[in-house]
Structures are given as structure tokens and as C-alpha cells.
């Protein structure tokens, strides 16, 4: 036997679908249908009995290869010539001539170097070798154990250098480390970014 609150849940909802389905339809009162307005359209339009006709002609043909006829001069009976225009060919307009670009000479000038922060950047110089490739293998390895190693070209030379860094001291305390890694000792030089 099923218990009160399942009876009056099931009840509950009878009512509920009932005031939603029949209720609508018993308030609407007077019930209005709409009939849909056709317009029609005739399928073929009425034409008239008179239909214009056309002649169908049958294509000319013209042969252009042939050139034109010379024209003669013809004599009136006032014994003046006519003049006649004879069939010259026409001439082919000349290309007009593009005035030259005017060449302006540029005069390079050295430009003094504005760096006001002359002690601003530091870099160590490793090593400078003739063969790019052992330079590109050895700042590889630095860069391997955690150093800003890069290979720089100046002349006929690879500098492999370490930095640029900001504070001395953190690089003077990598020299040692550096001398037993590469055997090598290194020199402080300045950095400048556009001249390395």
C-alpha cells in the first residue's frame, strides 16, 4: 500500500497537469481561429495573340585578310583634282622618357658614442680562439653548467665571453670556477652593447 505523502504527491501532480492542459481552453472563452489569406497567382502569364516576329538573318562574312583597295582620283567636270586620302600607316606614339631620379650624395659621420653608464655592465672574456667551432663547443659547455656563455666575432677571432652582468664582484668571485673548467683565466672588460 503506498504511504499518504506518495498519494498526495501523486495527486498534487494530477491536479497540476489538469490546470495546465484543460483549464487554458475552458477561460479562453470565444475561440478565434485565423484562416490564412491566399493571394493567387496566376501559373502562366496571358500573352498576347500578337507576338512581334523577328527576321532571322544569316551571318556575313567578311575577309580581312585582304589589304584595302588603293583609291583613285577621281576628275569632276571642273577639272580641279580632288584630294584623296590615301591609307598611311599611323605612327606608334614614342615612349615617353622617364626624367631621371636626382642622385643625392650621403656623407656618413662618425658619431661619438653617448653612453653615460660607462661602468654600467660587466663581461668576462674567457678565451679567443681562430675556430668558431671550438668556441661554439665551449661556451656550449658553459651554458650546460649554468653560465651566460655566448661566442662573439671580432676580426679573425671567437671571443667566448660570460655575461653581461651588472655587479663586478659576482663575476670576480667566477673567475676561479672558470679557470679550473677551461684552464683559462678570464679578464674583466667593460660591457658595451654596441661595440662588444
Do not use: C
Not at 500500500?1 to 498526495?8: I, L, N, P, T, V
Not at 475561440?31 to 497567382?41: G, M, N, R, S, T
Not at 653612453?115 to 661556451?139: F, K, M, P
Amino acid at each position: 500500500m503506498a504511504s499518504k505523502f506518495q498519494s498526495r504527491l501523486v495527486g498534487t501532480i494530477v491536479l497540476v497537469a489538469v490546470g495546465v492542459i484543460v483549464l487554458p481552453d475552458v477561460l479562453d472563452g470565444e475561440k478565434l481561429h485565423y484562416k490564412e489569406e491566399f493571394v493567387a497567382i496566376p501559373i502562366k502569364p496571358q500573352l498576347e495573340s500578337e507576338v512581334e516576329s523577328f527576321e532571322i538573318l544569316d551571318p556575313v562574312e567578311e575577309d580581312i585578310s585582304l589589304p584595302p583597295e588603293p583609291v583613285e582620283e577621281i576628275i569632276h567636270e571642273s577639272s580641279e583634282p580632288v584630294a584623296v586620302a590615301e591609307n598611311k600607316p599611323k605612327a606608334t606614339p614614342k615612349p615617353q622618357v622617364k626624367p631621371e631620379p636626382e642622385v643625392v650624395e650621403v656623407k656618413e659621420r662618425k658619431v661619438d658614442e653617448r653612453n653615460n653608464y660607462q661602468d654600467s655592465g660587466w663581461i668576462i672574456q674567457l678565451v679567443s680562439l681562430r675556430n668558431g667551432d671550438n668556441a661554439e663547443t665551449t661556451a656550449k659547455d658553459l651554458r650546460n653548467r649554468g653560465y651566460r656563455a655566448s661566442v662573439v666575432k671580432a676580426n679573425d677571432f671567437y671571443r667566448v665571453i660570460i655575461g653581461p652582468d651588472v655587479s663586478r664582484s659576482k663575476l670576480e668571485s667566477q673567475l676561479p670556477e672558470l679557470k679550473k673548467i677551461t684552464g683559462s683565466s678570464g679578464q674583466i672588460q667593460t660591457f658595451k652593447p654596441l661595440n662588444p
